[in-house]
């Protein structure tokens, strides 16, 4: 039986939630109740809302779950943005881990269309 922490998305959002982390160390102090606590919050979403989902024991609700996770993935890509006009993060940092954010969002994606088939498989056995 599959684990939360053998399922591919899962394993992908954690690692985003550390890079993240470790950029946002080094924002300056101005940033620390603001920016800071921003991107690494809507980091933290990401797996988090996977593991709420995972948790859930109906596909639609799974779903839900994955959809906020994604939203937040959007989140962090803004703050991003934020970090490098600021000069908080390389043009470099941002780009790699918007695809960082970018991949993951087709992950989600994909996970989601495998549990609406499932939902779908067991809406239609008698």
């Not at 939630?17 to 690494?40: G, H, M, V, W």
């Not at 881990?97 to 939902?119: A, F, M, P």
Request: charged residues 30%; contains cysteine.
């Amino acid at each position: 039986m599959q684990t939360l922490f053998d399922l591919v998305v899962y394993q992908k959002a954690v690692e985003l939630r550390r890079n993240i982390q470790k950029i946002a160390t080094d924002f300056p102090k101005q940033e620390e109740y603001s920016l800071k606590a921003q991107i690494k919050r809507s980091a933290r979403s990401v797996p988090a809302n996977i593991a709420e989902g995972y948790g859930r024991f109906h596909y639609q609700e799974n779903i839900q779950f994955l959809r906020m996770a994604r939203g937040s993935i959007f989140e962090t890509v803004d703050h991003l943005g934020t970090a490098s006009e600021e000069g908080y993060i390389s043009n470099e940092t941002k780009q790699t881990l918007t695809e960082d954010c970018l991949q993951l969002v087709k992950v989600i994606n994909g996970y989601i269309s495998y549990l609406k088939k499932r939902k779908s498989e067991m809406d239609e056995s008698p």
